[in-house]
């Protein structure tokens, strides 16, 4: 049977993250084929109210010091085993039953086992993988699947635009299940509280790290249209990525936007101009903020 490992990062969140592990007991089919791998803060003692003796489930705990979301997911990956890796929040709810089975079904379809599959998520639905599902033949051709640069956001992007860029050279491996629900209870949605893990997230920090993250990307693709072609794999290394800070005036930030987006024609043109308007707007928002921080 194909294991299944959920990769979750959770910090202060003992009740919502029992939440999300009595709403796993609850929906899956086969439990056996399980495993569960939660990095937890060394200074987080909130972890030992996590009730994990009170459901079926295979859990690992990874105590460790505090690191950033790609770090977080780059050690819970090491340590599974599973032939299908999900990632995780722990402010979910599983709603749809045997999602297990309906996702199994989906992954059984594809020979060489190279997709991103991604569930209804009732906030970003098809707009976006919030919760991406990878197999562990495409996370090892990535090498680095999750880059620990990315310090709380933009890994399900850095996966999709590898995927939009392999559905581009004509091999769509982007599967949206409309039908599993994995809810994401966001307090942006009313559906939690602002609590200190929300509030400690810096929402623009990774803006930067995914512009500087496109040459890997570009690499990405490649070794998955060699791998789908069955052709040599490469050894390739991704050291030495120079993030830059954020431009201080908008024409810098205009002209980086352009050269990594706009210019990138690896890449469809409703995508390069979606992700250049994005990247100009939440530069200016967060230019916005800081100056009112700054005043107040």
Same mark, same amino acid.
């Given at each position: 049977?194909?294991?299944?490992?959920?990769?979750?990062?959770?910090?202060?969140?003992?009740?919502?993250?029992?939440?999300?592990?009595?709403?796993?007991?609850?929906?899956?089919?086969?439990?056996?084929?399980?495993?569960? %791998?939660? =990095?937890? &803060?060394?200074?987080?003692?909130? $972890?030992?109210?996590? +009730?994990?003796?009170?459901?079926? #489930?295979?859990?690992?705990?990874?105590?460790?010091?505090?690191?950033?979301?790609?770090?977080?997911?780059?050690?819970?990956?090491?340590?599974?085993?599973?032939?299908?890796?999900?990632?995780?929040?722990?402010?979910?709810?599983?709603?749809?039953?045997?999602?297990?089975?309906?996702?199994?079904?989906?992954?059984?379809?594809?020979?060489?086992?190279?997709?991103?599959?991604?569930?209804?998520?009732?906030?970003?639905?098809?707009?976006?993988?919030?919760?991406?599902?990878?197999?562990?033949?495409?996370?090892?051709?990535?090498?680095?699947?999750?880059?620990?640069?990315?310090?709380?956001?933009?890994?399900?992007?850095?996966?999709?635009?590898?995927?939009?860029?392999?559905?581009?050279?004509?091999?769509?491996? %982007?599967? =949206?299940? &409309?039908?599993?629900?994995?809810? $994401?209870?966001?307090? +942006?949605?009313?559906?939690?509280? #602002?609590?200190?893990?929300?509030?400690?997230?810096?929402?623009?920090?990774?803006?930067?790290?995914?512009?500087?993250?496109?040459?890997?990307?570009?690499?990405?693709?490649?070794?998955?249209?060699?791998?789908?072609?069955?052709?040599?794999?490469?050894?390739?290394?991704?050291?030495?990525?120079?993030?830059?800070?954020?431009?201080?005036?908008?024409?810098?930030?205009?002209?980086?936007?352009?050269?990594?987006?706009?210019?990138?024609?690896?890449?469809?043109?409703?995508?390069?101009?979606?992700?250049?308007?994005?990247?100009?707007?939440?530069?200016?928002?967060?230019?916005?903020?800081?100056?009112?921080?700054?005043?107040?």
């Amino acid at each position: 049977m194909t294991k299944i490992s959920l990769l979750i990062p959770t910090r202060g969140r003992p009740k919502i993250l029992n939440r999300l592990l009595e709403s796993i007991a609850q929906n899956t089919q086969n439990l056996a084929n399980i495993e569960i %791998i939660l =990095y937890i &803060d060394e200074d987080d003692k909130s $972890h030992e109210e996590i +009730r994990s003796q009170s459901f079926t #489930l295979t859990i690992k705990k990874l105590i460790r010091s505090k690191a950033t979301m790609g770090a977080c997911n780059t050690a819970c990956f090491k340590e599974s085993t599973g032939d299908i890796i999900i990632l995780l929040n722990d402010d979910v709810v599983m709603r749809t039953a045997n999602w297990d089975r309906i996702l199994t079904n989906e992954t059984s379809k594809i020979d060489d086992q190279i997709y991103l599959i991604y569930p209804n998520d009732l906030f970003k639905q098809k707009k976006l993988p919030t919760f991406p599902i990878l197999s562990r033949r495409t996370c090892e051709l990535l090498q680095d699947p999750f880059p620990a640069a990315y310090k709380g956001s933009f890994i399900e992007t850095q996966l999709f635009d590898i995927f939009i860029r392999l559905k581009y050279q004509g091999f769509d491996r %982007i599967k =949206y299940l &409309d039908n599993v629900i994995f809810e $994401h209870m966001h307090h +942006r949605l009313d559906k939690a509280a #602002l609590d200190q893990t929300y509030k400690n997230r810096n929402r623009f920090g990774d803006d930067f790290t995914f512009v500087a993250f496109t040459n890997q990307r570009q690499t990405q693709t490649k070794q998955l249209i060699r791998a789908i072609n069955k052709q040599p794999i490469t050894d390739d290394t991704f050291k030495n990525i120079i993030i830059s800070a954020a431009p201080k005036d908008c024409f810098s930030a205009l002209s980086l936007f352009y050269k990594n987006f706009m210019a990138d024609k690896s890449l469809p043109i409703m995508y390069r101009s979606y992700l250049f308007y994005y990247h100009c707007v939440r530069y200016l928002a967060a230019k916005i903020i800081k100056t009112q921080a700054d005043t107040a």
